[in-house]
Structures are given as C-alpha cells and as structure tokens.
C-alpha cells in the first residue's frame, strides 16, 4: 500500500521569476501519525506500509501551468533554473520516472522490512534546510 505525500509546494507558474525561499508545506508532517496507524493495523495481513515522499517533479500538470507567453526555451531554461535553486543537492527537479522506480523499489522483495516509514525521494531537497 502507497500513501503520496509531498516534501514541497509547486512551483510557480513562472519558475525562472521564482525566488528560493525554501518554504515547505506539511503535508509529509500530516501523514506520520495515520502511516504508523496503518502499519500496525495491518500486520496481521502481512501488508507493508510505505509512503513515497517526492520532492518538485518535472510532470506534464507543472507544463500545463505554463503560461502562453513563454518559449519552449524559455519555459525549459525557467524550470532548470528552479530546480538549481530549490533542489539543493542534485540541483534539478525530479523525473516521474524516478519517483516511480523509488516506488517499485520499496514494493520489491529485496526490501520486505521496509514498513511504516515514508521514503522522501527530493534529491537532497530537504537536506539545504
């Protein structure tokens, strides 16, 4: 079972006029107390609870928020310079994709004692806090 949380608030509809200020929703802070609930209540059916945490993810709902004046290049040049400022260790926003392999990762059988925990995949996001 998979509980989404966030680790950060969107970005801007003009990433590039965005000013760093590393401010952080709660929404990871909200999900503790019923994640561990869950995690108890559950294993008696030897069901893992796990939720994946992600930091700013480059998705196609972001895109749909790019206003009509701004190029392609301008909207690509905007969103790296977001990611450069906000992602503080990998210095960019996420991949879907990598949200999904941290998912299937936790899901696999390799890491069957992962359980009540959230997984926080924001490449090093919250470390610059």
């Not at 998705?59 to 009509?68: A, F």
């Amino acid at each position: 079972m998979y509980w989404r949380s966030t680790v950060g608030g969107a970005p801007p509809t003009d990433p590039a006029k965005q000013e760093p200020d590393h401010s952080r929703n709660n929404a990871g802070i909200q999900i503790v107390k019923p994640l561990h609930e869950m995690t108890v209540e559950e294993r008696d059916d030897n069901i893992r609870v796990a939720a994946i945490s992600p930091g700013t993810t480059d998705t196609p709902l972001l895109d749909s928020r790019r206003p009509p004046n701004i190029t392609d290049e301008q909207w690509a040049a905007g969103k790296a310079q977001y990611g450069a400022d906000n992602v503080d260790a990998l210095r960019r926003m996420a991949r879907p994709e990598e949200i999904a392999a941290a998912a299937l990762a936790v899901a696999s059988p390799e890491m069957s004692f992962v359980t009540g925990t959230s997984v926080v995949v924001d490449g090093g996001m919250l470390a610059g806090l």
